[in-house]
């Protein structure tokens, strides 16, 4: 049976997170999830509180459910230092108290796959500008295969047929120099990493969070973590 311990990232500060860290029964490979990167992204956030409850069979699944809760206790894209996904440039030091705890949080638990969990306006590749319905890996390991084999996986089980332009596809590998967290895993640590968009385009919170939380599932089973319970 799986174990699961908390503890508090920036404790004491408007900041402080909570971690949870599951430990399956067996060893195996190390996994993240952070939701609230962006405090306007509901479904996110849901999804990774959703993650967080799982239980494990091997293996250890670290989650961050809230990274940003200023800006999700404001109901904002943007926390106390802007954009929190724009303050980590590969190869340099993050750029924001908070961007630094998370990066050092990373850095602890040396995940062997990372996944960031958001939320779109619009659709990737149909209302331009916006990156929605889509799956975009690191060019690290095998990212960009995985990314094409979830966003199939949901086409089939979750997408309606009625429903085409909302098909998941995987995005390009992340650029080099793009200064998001998924990003910085990717360059800095040879990582496979993802970002999961889902758009609030035509689809309501509860419909959006079960797509990202099953875009989780399927991304950490790919990367030999499987949930054996949990809501």
Do not use: C
Not at 21 to 33: H, K, L, N, R, W
Not at 77 to 88: K, P
Not at 149 to 172: C, F, I, Q, T
Not at 206 to 226: C, M, S, V
Request: proline share 6%.
């Amino acid at each position: 049976m799986a174990t699961r311990e908390t503890y508090t990232l920036l404790d004491g500060t408007k900041h402080a997170t909570e971690v949870v860290v599951i430990e399956g029964a067996q060893s195996g490979p190390t996994a993240m999830v952070t939701g609230g990167i962006h405090g306007d992204e509901i479904s996110g956030y849901r999804a990774a509180e959703t993650v967080s409850g799982w239980d494990i069979a091997q293996g250890t699944l670290i989650v961050i459910p809230r990274a940003n809760t200023v800006a999700i206790e404001r109901g904002t894209r943007e926390g106390t230092s802007g954009d929190l996904n724009r303050l980590f440039p590969p190869g340099k030091k993050p750029n924001s108290e908070l961007a630094q705890a998370l990066w050092e949080a990373i850095e602890r638990h040396d995940p062997d796959v990372y996944i960031d969990l958001h939320r779109s306006l619009g659709i990737y590749n149909v209302q331009p500008g916006y990156v929605g319905q889509a799956i975009f890996p690191t060019a690290a390991g095998d990212a960009l295969e995985h990314a094409r084999d979830v966003a199939a996986l949901l086409n089939e089980e979750k997408v309606p047929w009625y429903m085409p332009l909302h098909k998941y596809r995987a995005g390009d590998p992340m650029p080099e120099s793009g200064p998001l967290i998924a990003n910085k895993v990717g360059q800095d640590r040879d990582t496979p990493a993802y970002i999961v968009e889902s758009t609030s385009f035509l689809l309501d919170l509860d419909t959006r969070t079960d797509w990202t939380t099953r875009a989780a599932e399927a991304l950490l089973a790919r990367h030999g973590i499987e949930r054996t319970g949990g809501n």
